[in-house]
T-cell receptor, first 113, second 114 residues
């Protein structure tokens, strides 16, 4: 089945130690998104890629960066994780136009110790 | 810009009872509307969507939602819930032209009791 896969499902990192979360898709969607979701809150868009074009949300901290080396893969890099960055990180994809809505991965739950 | 308000943070209901989860949105442009469901420690799954046409849309597991343009609402309903419907439900909106970013509401936790 075509899908969005996030690795790892659970990630524990030390305060200040760089961490990378990965996302891959077999849907061939040209738009990929990273959302941050904290407990009992709405998913918050960090950035998205339309093909190779990177779009950062205005309030996304500089600590968060992303790479999309090809259509299938997208990475979220957190340069110096703080305790406030502990959250579920959701990767999603869509076709341009979004008529089908988003397809989400299962998420990566990040713990910062 | 678009915004979404989910009026209830938690909705407890007994099994086989009807339920309505309320959602209001605001937008200066035409939009697509969505409901997503999230089970514990999972990503979100699309439940149903309104793009255009008939204002009543249905999902395969018995949920339905009605688009009301005058009231800017997109409430989700189910006539008889099951224990397995216990989850978090997110209403969402995106522009239907010139964009595809989706704005999510804060979510409603549906808790179905036996």
């Amino acid at each position: 089945d075509a899908m969005v896969i996030q690795n790892p499902r659970y990630q524990v990192t030390q305060f200040g130690k760089p961490v990378t979360l990965s996302c891959s898709q077999t849907l061939n969607h040209n738009v990929m998104y990273w959302y941050q979701q904290k407990s009992s809150q709405a998913p918050k868009l960090l950035f998205h890629y339309y093909d190779k074009d990177f779009n950062n949300e205005a309030d996304t901290p500089d600590n968060f960066q992303s790479r999309r080396p090809n259509t299938s893969f997208c990475f979220l890099d957190i340069r110096s994780p703080g305790l406030g960055d502990a959250a579920m990180y959701l990767c999603a994809t869509s076709r341009e136009g979004n008529e089908d809505g988003y397809t989400f991965g299962s998420g990566t739950r990040l713990t910062v110790v | 810009a678009q915004s979404v308000t989910q009026l209830d943070s938690q909705v407890p209901v007994f099994e086989e009872a009807p339920v309505e989860l309320r959602c209001n949105y605001s937008s200066s442009v035409s939009v697509y509307l969505f409901w997503y469901v999230q089970y514990p420690n999972q990503g979100l799954q699309l439940l149903l969507k309104y793009l255009s046409g008939s204002t009543l849309v249905e999902s395969i597991n018995g949920f339905e939602a009605e688009f009301n343009k005058s009231q800017t609402s997109f409430h989700l309903r189910k006539p008889s819930v099951h224990i397995s419907d216990t989850a978090e439900y997110f209403c969402a909106v995106s522009r239907n032209t010139g964009g595809f970013k989706t704005i999510f509401g804060a979510g409603t936790r549906l808790f179905v009791k036996a």
